[in-house]
C-alpha cells in the first residue's frame, strides 16, 4: 500500500526486532517505480557536474572524483526529491526502525563509476561523526541493480540490542577513507534489485565492493536520527535537523 505520492510502500510487520536483532534488514522493492524514475532523473542532473564542483558546504574527504561521487546535501534544489526524502513513506519507515520520530541527519547519492568505481573500506556511519550522538539510520535505496560486480553493500550483523557501539577508526589515506575493521568475516552481499532498501544503524559494520562493470552504480541513501545531532561545540547540527 503506497503512503504517499511517493509510492513508497510500507515495510513488513516485525521489521524494527529483525533490525535490531541483526543490525540491517533488506526490503526488495520498496521504492516505486515513480519514485525510483524521480531518484535516477535528479541523479543524472547532479552528474552531469564535474566532479570537482560537488557540493555540500565543503570538500568531501571521501570522493575519488569520477570512482566515487557523494552528490549530497541537494533535496532543498529538487521539490520531488525534497517531498521524498521529508514525507510520509520516508517518515514512516524511519520511525519503525528508529522507534522514535524521525529527523533528517543527512542525504546523498552515492555513484560508483564504471570499470574503475572504487570500492569503499569497512566502517560504521557513525565514525564518521566525531562526537559522542545517538544512533542514527541509513535507508540506502538502490537505483540500479546491484550486484557484487558493480558495488554492492556488504554488512557484518550485530545485535544491536547487546549494544551500539561506535569502534575506532583509522584515516586511510590511499583510499580516502575511514577504516573500522581489518578482519577475515567477509560480511553479507547485500545484491538486490533497484528500488529495494538496505536500512542499517549508524552502529553496523558495512563496505561496497569495486564497480568492475561497464555502467555506473547509483545509490541514494537518507539518513535519520532520533534527536538532533548537534556539534557540542557551536551547538549547530552536524548537518541536517530537520524534523519530519
Not at 526488495?28 to 564542483?53: A, K, S, W, Y
Not at 525534497?82 to 542525504?107: C, H, Q, T, W
Amino acid at each position: 500500500m503506497a503512503l504517499d505520492t511517493d509510492d513508497t510502500k510500507r515495510i513488513p510487520e516485525g521489521a524494527r526486532a529483525m533490525f535490531m536483532s541483526d543490525g540491517y534488514a533488506i526490503f526488495p522493492g520498496l521504492i516505486g517505480q515513480q519514485t525510483l524514475t524521480m531518484l535516477r532523473q535528479v541523479c543524472d542532473t547532479l552528474l552531469r557536474e564535474p566532479p570537482d564542483d560537488d557540493k555540500g558546504g565543503k570538500a568531501h574527504d571521501i570522493g575519488r572524483g569520477h570512482d566515487r561521487r557523494f552528490l549530497r546535501h541537494r533535496h532543498q534544489e529538487f521539490s520531488a526529491l525534497s517531498d521524498f526524502v521529508l514525507g510520509r513513506g520516508m517518515k514512516a519507515i524511519a520511525r519503525e526502525l528508529l522507534d522514535a520520530p524521525p529527523y533528517l541527519f543527512n542525504e546523498q547519492f552515492v555513484v560508483k563509476g564504471p570499470r574503475t568505481g572504487a570500492s569503499f573500506a569497512w566502517h560504521q556511519d557513525g565514525g564518521y561523526v566525531p562526537f559522542d550522538h545517538a544512533p542514527y539510520l541509513t535507508v540506502w535505496i538502490a537505483l540500479d541493480d546491484t550486484t557484487v560486480e558493480n558495488g554492492a553493500v556488504y554488512v557484518l550483523p550485530r545485535d544491536l540490542n547487546q549494544g551500539q557501539d561506535i569502534y575506532a577508526h583509522r584515516w586511510d589515506a590511499a583510499g580516502k577513507e575511514k577504516v573500522g575493521y581489518d578482519g577475515d568475516d567477509p560480511g553479507i552481499a547485500a545484491t538486490v534489485q533497484a528500488g529495494s532498501v538496505v536500512a542499517f544503524s549508524s552502529a553496523t559494520l558495512h563496505r561496497s565492493s569495486p564497480n568492475t562493470t561497464d555502467r555506473a552504480r547509483r545509490a541514494y541513501l537518507a539518513q535519520y536520527s532520533p534527536e538532533p545531532i548537534l556539534d557540542p561545540e557551536s551547538g549547530l547540527p552536524r548537518t541536517f535537523a530537520t524534523p519530519l
